[in-house]
């Protein structure tokens, strides 16, 4: 029996991706094991939004160079690949498949070619109206799944790659999405995340459901669903039915990812992110006037080309105006083949290093405020695992807050992926703390 070894980099997107890889290598006899020594195929599923996963993709490459990888198969997957292309040749001879994710609907016959001594084969075109979906999906969790429902991204900003390496926007059906949902479902999965590069600009091809909010609605229904969450948006696509939407179903999380790079609509423009500070706190109205609370998180990015202190100020004041309950920000990453490479004013790395900083800490000092306000409430969380070193239990909350938590008196003792009711005692910047009331 062939054993194979993934190793995953990026989003959640390349982590469903790798779940699907591990389906098909699965359906094939393939068995996989927990190090690359056992491994007959190494798999690396590669990102390369920022330049930090990149060359951690060719660390783990050079740690075969002396060797040659003993006889092993290698198959480079995912942004990196569609990036660096017959580039990673050059680099890692003993490389075998180098695949794009808009290829991967080739991967058997690919597969089938690099296990009859194929080499220096590729999957490397983005001309297709396909989306990535197979028969077998190795699924990490029996409680909670990702569904792609759409891939690819046609938006263009300036500093990205993601239109580059993994294509056009492209939706699947909304029949094939409940299907799956169903089954899902049926299968004793109580929670499911919706994704797409820019999910919320989901097209359904078959007119079956209108827009982005009819297919959370439509969902949101299945028999058997407890959460239905959904990442990332874009906000130029993001409208107020949405948000109709997640008040009007309780299975729909109350949190919503809606990015937005600069608090400053001239580098919102530099960026080509096409929406202004203005159209962006507008949608953030909508969300903020819903009945139900909904969290709300972000992407930020500093030290774009051309940001002045005068621009950053503006990030720093829409930050105190969101009030975001959770925030991942970077320092800008200038990417191959992107337009970012070609602008004047340059920020420089200290520079950008001391904006971030200042910009953590500003959103550090919000989070620790929110949090604590949620002490005294009780909050639901599907349970994830139990701790042994904290002697807590692991849950996460329907606003996608991690909840660590003791058993109350009497309250039971919990499973993964159970539910519980859960006192909030203590708040901290990242998580919060409490005991169990009861189990649901």
Not at 101 to 128: F, I, W
Not at 216 to 222: I, M, N
Not at 414 to 426: C, E, K, Q
């Amino acid at each position: 029996m062939r054993t194979f070894y993934i190793e995953t980099f990026g989003c959640q997107m390349n982590v469903h991706d790798s779940e699907k890889v591990g389906g098909v290598l699965a359906a094939r006899g393939y068995q996989e094991v927990d190090t690359p020594d056992k491994a007959d195929l190494i798999v690396y599923n590669t990102c390369s939004v920022r330049d930090k996963a990149e060359r951690k993709v060719y660390s783990r490459l050079q740690q075969f160079k002396r060797d040659g990888g003993q006889g092993r198969m290698f198959a480079v997957l995912g942004c990196v690949a569609q990036q660096e292309g017959e580039r990673i040749f050059d680099r890692a001879p003993y490389v075998g498949l180098v695949c794009g994710s808009a290829s991967y609907n080739h991967l058997p016959e690919l597969l089938t070619q690099l296990e009859n001594g194929g080499h220096r084969l590729t999957g490397l075109s983005t001309d297709t109206e396909e989306t990535f979906e197979t028969p077998y999906t190795r699924r990490s969790s029996p409680h909670r799944a990702y569904i792609t429902i759409m891939e690819g991204c046609s938006k263009d900003c300036a500093y990205c790659v993601v239109p580059f390496t993994r294509g056009p926007e492209r939706s699947r059906t909304a029949r094939s999405v409940l299907e799956e949902a169903a089954c899902l479902a049926d299968n004793g999965c109580t929670e499911i995340q919706l994704l797409g590069q820019n999910v919320n600009s989901y097209n359904d091809p078959s007119e079956a459901v209108s827009g982005f909010a009819g297919l959370l609605d439509a969902v949101a229904r299945t028999p058997g669903l407890r959460r239905v969450r959904f990442t990332t948006s874009h906000p130029r696509d993001f409208g107020k039915d949405i948000v109709d939407a997640i008040d009007a179903n309780p299975v729909l999380a109350n949190h919503v990812h809606l990015p937005v790079q600069s608090g400053s609509t001239r580098v919102l423009d530099r960026m080509r992110r096409q929406y202004t500070r203005e159209e962006y706190l507008e949608r953030i109205g909508w969300i903020k006037a819903a009945h139900r609370r909904i969290a709300i998180s972000t992407d930020m990015i500093v030290g774009f080309p051309g940001e002045t202190e005068a621009d950053f100020a503006e990030t720093l004041s829409l930050v105190d105006l969101v009030q975001y309950d959770s925030m991942f920000s970077f320092k800008y990453s200038p990417r191959p083949g992107t337009a970012a490479l070609a602008l004047d004013g340059q920020v420089p790395d200290a520079e950008s290093g001391a904006r971030l900083t200042t910009l953590q800490e500003k959103q550090r000092a919000i989070q620790v405020r929110r949090n604590a306000g949620l002490v005294g409430s009780i909050e639901e969380v599907m349970v994830e695992g139990y701790n042994q070193a904290t002697g807590q239990w692991i849950g996460r909350t329907l606003d996608n807050r991690v909840l660590n938590f003791i058993l109350g008196a009497g309250a039971g003792s919990p499973r993964p992926g159970g539910y519980a009711r859960v006192r909030v005692t203590r708040a901290g910047a990242n998580s919060l703390a409490g005991e169990s009331v009861d189990l649901l």
